[in-house]
Nanobody
Framework: QVQLEESGGKLVQAGDSLKLTCAAS????????VAWFRQAPGKEREFVGA??????????DYGDSAKGRFTATKDVSKNSVYLQMDNLKPEDTAVYSC???????????????????WGRGTQVTVSS
């Protein structure tokens, strides 16, 4: 059974840093495009970033809100992907989730509907 589990979310102050973890079981995570999305109350799910974007090249891709502040990395030995978030802002407050598509080698893009397996998410709250 494929499972993704996020962790690391908490209450922080504006300007702080936070590192989220997406740990996988039942799947070799680094073979997939792994995307991070976030959803704030009353808002649509938003693409944050993804690793393995270039069909295994490892080059990450980021949404506009994350560029220059967030960094996606992976640890093959731990079967995990990370999202380092720096200079956090109150508007970064959301539930952050990681997701993978159905098949290895697919490039699902930024549309959340193209991803099949999701974690339950981790809450990040940034106070001003």
């Amino acid at each position: 059974q494929v499972q993704l589990e996020e962790s690391g979310g908490k209450l922080v102050q504006a300007g702080d840093s936070l590192k989220l973890t997406c740990a996988a079981s039942g799947v070799t995570l680094h073979l997939y495009v792994v995307a991070w999305f976030r959803q704030a109350p009353g808002k649509e799910r938003e693409f944050v970033g993804a690793i393995n974007w270039g069909r295994g090249s490892g080059t990450p891709d980021y949404g506009d809100s994350a560029k220059g502040r967030f960094t996606a990395t992976k640890d093959v030995s731990k079967n995990s992907v990370y999202l380092q978030m720096d200079n956090l802002k109150p508007e970064d407050t959301a539930v952050y989730s990681c997701a993978i598509p159905r098949r290895v080698g697919t490039a699902p893009g930024r549309d959340p509907n193209a991803y099949e397996t999701w974690g339950r998410g981790t809450q990040v709250t940034v106070s001003s």
